[in-house]
């Protein structure tokens, strides 16, 4: 008997044959529209950065000895007899700070996650964590980072523990809003076939938080790179942070304005990839993600 002659048997003929796209179709499709918007508004944001740039500098009439454009910068990385020996150093103190970056980033997320799943499985602890995560939110840096150096020192301890404080309460409050944004019916659901709520979290939980986990991600790279161009501007003297202090106050402006550029691109090419894992992430768990 023909399934199409049974009550609300699906038309497998339409859904699977050459009639339509596949599901696998419409994934790749999404993901590569999902690709090509994140990086038109990327190229949007490269566009509307350099005229901003260019705009401040006429505007507020600021002295060429100060103030570099696009094409001086350009120049100074590129068109100089002495760029490839500044492009080396600038690598070199690049992978320094991505380094330090990487170390915050990863310390504030898994700190995030597991703060998180602590809050949502035990209600409990919300009044001790929160208010904990806050004050490490509002305080500035600056003046904690005098007693963080007493605390660890000046290694990649301090290093981890102020990019995890950038980190931490913006990610935090997302993860959970996104774990408990599983329903009560899907909750009882898992139970009744004999789950746990350990069960209900990693079967349900944290599908339904992914798209929070990525907007977490995406805010926590600059803040990752915020905390380690501040750790090494106040503690450890190493990387861009304290590159451009020192070429600041010794007045190498050019230097200065090279080295801000180049960790502000990688910066956005970090969120990029960001964005691109989220789209590639998302497609494959389709309907699921974000949903209960």
Do not use: H
């Not at 038109?40 to 005229?51: H, P």
């Not at 599908?207 to 929070?212: E, V």
């Not at 790179?225 to 090494?232: F, P």
């Amino acid at each position: 008997m023909s399934t199409a002659l049974l009550p609300g048997a699906p038309d497998l003929g339409a859904a699977g044959g050459s009639g339509g796209p596949g599901p696998g179709r419409s994934a790749g499709r999404a993901l590569l529209r999902s690709v090509v918007g994140a990086v038109a508004t990327m190229a949007l944001v490269l566009g509307i950065v350099v005229l901003l740039w260019v705009a401040a500098l006429r505007v507020f009439d600021v002295s060429t000895y100060v103030g570099k454009g696009p094409g001086e910068v350009w120049t100074i990385l590129f068109g100089e007899d002495d760029s490839a020996e500044l492009r080396g150093e600038i690598a070199v103190l690049l992978r320094e700070t991505l380094v330090d970056a990487g170390i915050g980033f990863v310390a504030g997320m898994v700190s995030a996650v597991l703060l998180a799943v602590a809050v949502v499985r035990y209600r409990t602890l919300e009044s001790a964590v929160m208010p904990v995560a806050l004050i490490l939110q509002t305080v500035p840096l600056i003046a904690l980072a005098p007693l963080l150096i007493l605390l660890v020192g000046r290694g990649y301890a301090i290093v981890a523990m102020m990019s995890t404080i950038v980190v931490l309460f913006p990610a935090l409050v997302n993860i959970v809003l996104g774990l408990r944004s599983v329903t009560p019916q899907m909750r009882d659901l898992v139970l009744v076939y004999g789950g746990s709520p350990t069960t209900v979290m990693r079967k349900v939980g944290f599908p339904s938080a992914l798209p929070a986990f990525f907007a977490s991600v995406r805010i926590a790279i600059p803040g990752a790179m915020t905390g380690a161009l501040l750790a090494e501007w106040l503690a450890t003297g190493k990387g861009i942070g304290y590159a451009v202090v020192s070429a600041a106050s010794r007045s190498q402006n050019g230097r200065t304005w090279a080295l801000v550029v180049v960790v502000t691109l990688t910066a956005l090419l970090l969120y990029l990839v960001a964005q691109l894992v989220e789209a590639v992430v998302l497609s494959r768990f389709g309907d699921a993600a974000g949903r209960s």
